[in-house]
């Protein structure tokens, strides 16, 4: 049977009780808000992405241990990474979160990042782990909305 | 009646319960969400099915005569149980959202215009403003809401305040699903008519709970649903004066609610009829008047008494247990222990009390003002009902350690 430990590893347990890259980032070049209105999960991401670089990354808001922890894991992988490893990232990080049981997530891509890989054995937290993956995405896509910030 | 309840034999009624989750036994503590169903309720829906079902109110034919005579004789078991004047004022709906929709549409665009008020309570369910928010931009009305203490108690004195001759319906939930209050609706409605105001109750919650008696209370529109008092889901009540429904426009159009029909122009059937357009939830409707036989035959004294004895060992525990918050200490409340805990989110209290096979409810409970009031985003709900028992509750506390300690 899966455990709740498999979920609640030490790793996320850490990252919830001490968020890295926690706070608002000002000035950023990119930024956006998350929401899940079904459990009431809000996040804000903030970018400074120079050359197609992320040069910084931070989240705010409040969640879940799983939402929060997912955050900050990402901003922790994703500082120095091209906008191009961020969107092979996303796809390996939404594929772990989705995938059959049976398959193994993609160590090598994810790292870290696979301390999550527990999720998709509770459907209902699925969303919690991936939230902060799309408000980045869009965050990155829909720059004009973040141009205010500049 | 006048009984106490014996757990036991209520336990044996409800055949859901006698199951593990992860290898526990099931602990089911989200009755403000739904309520399970007994036996009775189960077989009356499956006998209607396997022996009586056809369409109602048009067959000539035996089964259709049988289905007609059952959804009418459930009709009159609903109006018993709510003391309705007449099977006239109870109008079976999908649920307590579509009856208050009803209302909002029908009674709403006709009585309700520009400048004029609705006023509800801060401590509303979804389904009690926005459909009152839909009908003051329609018919440029203003939506007034009266606000509560910390306790959760809705401020009479503001209400008092609030209210005037501009006040055309007054909206307020009989018994809070996210905080456990139950509000006084006598006063409320005995003030709202001193201005000349209607009175709608969403009793939803409070149905299974707390006798109501439509007439003593004098209420003009009272909507509650099946499913929280142990019947089927998608079936619930509209009970409403019939002078008021007589004054009201239908609220949907098709079978059932006409007489004659032509192209040129229709003619609307009398009361009920005229607000149940289409084949209606037949098999749902006979469930619900099982459901309320079973309450009957318990007793809502007997209920009430019951569930207070299981709210006040669970609050005591509450109290003693380091870190937690309750949200909600209303005086006059029922069922419902809402709470947040010190360093576990209440989603994550949900993941792991559903491990130790304890199921509650995490989120906002479709009542965001409510949380706004408390700053707080959701809350893990533990709700009761007259099969929970003692043991249950204790279970609960220990996976709330449980939780506690993972993220310690």
């Known amino acids: 049977m899966f455990d709740l430990g498999d979920l609640y590893q030490q790793v996320i347990i850490d990252h919830t009780k001490s968020p890295r890259n926690f706070g608002k980032l000002e000035p950023c070049s990119h930024d956006a808000e998350g929401y899940n209105p079904l459990c009431g999960d809000q996040l804000h991401v903030y970018l400074q992405i120079d050359d197609d670089m992320i040069k910084e990354v931070k989240f705010e808001g409040q969640g879940c241990s799983i939402s929060t922890a997912s955050a900050s894991l990402m901003t922790e992988k994703l500082k120095g990474k091209s906008v191009r490893e961020f969107e092979h990232l996303f796809e390996a990080f939404h594929e772990m979160a989705t995938a059959d049981m049976s398959e193994k997530p993609d160590e090598e891509t994810l790292g870290k990042l696979a301390v999550l890989a527990g999720v998709k054995e509770f459907p209902s937290r699925i969303k919690c782990a991936t939230l902060c993956w799309h408000t980045l995405k869009s965050a990155i896509e829909h720059s004009d909305k973040a141009a205010k910030t500049e | 009646m006048g009984m106490p309840c014996d757990t036991e034999a209520i336990r044996s009624d409800f055949p859901i319960l006698h199951q593990e989750i992860y290898g526990k036994p099931l602990v ?35 089964l259709s005569e049988r289905a007609t005579a059952d959804y009418e004789a459930a009709r009159e078991t609903i109006r018993l ?4 004047r007449s099977k006239k ?90 905080l456990g209050t139950i509000n006084p609706i006598r006063t409320i409605i005995k003030q709202a008519h001193a201005v000349g105001a209607r009175v709608l109750v969403d009793g939803a919650q409070a149905a299974a709970h707390v006798a109501v008696d439509v007439q003593a209370l004098d209420v003009d529109f009272y909507a509650t649903s099946a499913h929280k008092m142990y019947g089927p889901t998608g079936v619930g009540v509209l009970i409403a004066k019939e002078t008021v429904l007589d004054a009201m426009p239908p609220y949907q159009g098709g079978g059932d609610m006409i007489l004659t029909v032509t192209f040129e122009k229709t003619q609307y059937n009398d009361l009920p009829h005229k607000f149940e357009a289409g084949t209606p939830n037949i098999a749902g409707v006979i469930g619900f008047a099982k459901a309320i036989e079973y309450i009957n035959a318990i007793g809502l004294d007997a209920i009430a008494e019951r569930e207070k004895v299981l709210l006040d060992y669970a609050t005591q525990k509450a109290v003693a247990f380091d870190g937690l918050r309750q949200i909600g200490t209303a005086k006059d409340k029922a069922c419902v222990l809402s709470f947040v805990m010190d360093g576990v989110h209440p989603h994550d209290l949900g993941t792991i009390l559903d491990r130790e096979g304890v199921a509650i409810r995490a989120g906002h409970h479709c009542a965001m003002p409510v949380m706004q009031f408390y700053k707080v985003p959701a809350t893990a709900r533990a709700s009761f009902s007259i099969y929970n028992t003692e043991a249950e509750v204790d279970a609960l506390f220990i996976a709330l350690i449980k939780a506690r300690d993972l993220f310690a």
């Open chain 2, 81 to 84: 149980f709510f003391n309705a």
């Open chain 2, 89 to 178: 004022e109870v109008i079976f709906t999908r649920g307590t959202t579509e009856s208050i929709n009803l209302v909002a549409s029908s009674w709403g665009d006709t009585n309700v215009g520009k400048g004029d008020e609705i006023l509800i309570t801060h401590m509303e369910h979804h389904s009690n403003i926005v459909p009152w928010q839909m009908l003051c931009e329609r018919v440029e009305a203003t939506l007034k809401v009266v606000p509560m203490n910390e306790a959760g108690e809705m401020d009479m004195h503001a209400f008092e305040t609030l209210l005037s001759e501009r006040t055309k319906l007054v909206g307020v939930v009989h018994m809070s699903n996210a």
């Open chain 2, 28 to 62: 089911y503590l989200d009755n403000a969400a739904t309520t399970q169903k007994p036996h009775c309720v189960i077989d009356a829906v499956r006998h209607y099915y396997e022996k009586d079902n056809a369409n109602i109110h048009r067959g000539v034919h035996t």
